[in-house]
Structures are given as C-alpha cells and as structure tokens.
C-alpha cells in the first residue's frame, strides 16, 4: 500500500467516527453505570441473584469509563480533526 492510501485508511475513518461523535453523542453513551445502580437497588430490595455471586461480582467490578455527552463531543472533536488531518497529509503526498 502506498503511503497516501495509509493516510486515507487512517484518516477517512477516524473523521466518520469522530464526526458520528459530535453529532449523536447519545448513540454512544453506554447506560454501564445506572444499569450497574438499578441493579444493585434490585438486589438490596430482595430481587434474586441471576446467577452464582452476582452481587459480590457488581461490588467488586463497577464500570469504570463512563463518558458523558460533552466528553463524547471533545473526544470526536479531536478524532475529527486528526481524521482531516490524516486526509489532508495524503492528499499532498
């Protein structure tokens, strides 16, 4: 492969990403934590575990990156303008 189609393999899908980012933010956005809170609420109102240790499983392992919309749209800005950037350096190869 040439050198301006890995620019274009690179860029091209970054900026689709990074643009998909900025405009639906809420596409995104996994619903990990509040899934992870109702659950436990479940459980602590007499909900029976789904299987072996589950509750010990949600203590122990509670979701950790958790991005927000406004993060999501920093993120993809800069996915965005690496994406271009990436394109406009194989442009001028």
Do not use: H, K
Request: glycine share 12%.
């Amino acid at each position: 492969m040439s050198d301006t189609g890995l620019w274009f393999v690179i860029g091209a899908p970054l900026a689709v990403t990074g643009l998909a980012a900025i405009i639906r933010p809420q596409s995104l956005i996994r619903e990990s934590r509040r899934n992870w809170e109702a659950r436990l609420r479940e459980l602590d109102s007499g909900a029976p575990e789904a299987f072996f240790e589950e509750r010990r499983e949600l203590e122990a392992f509670p979701p950790r990156f958790d991005p927000g919309p406004a993060t999501l749209r920093w993120l993809g800005g800069g996915g965005l303008v690496l994406g271009v950037t990436c394109l406009v350096m194989g442009l001028s190869r």
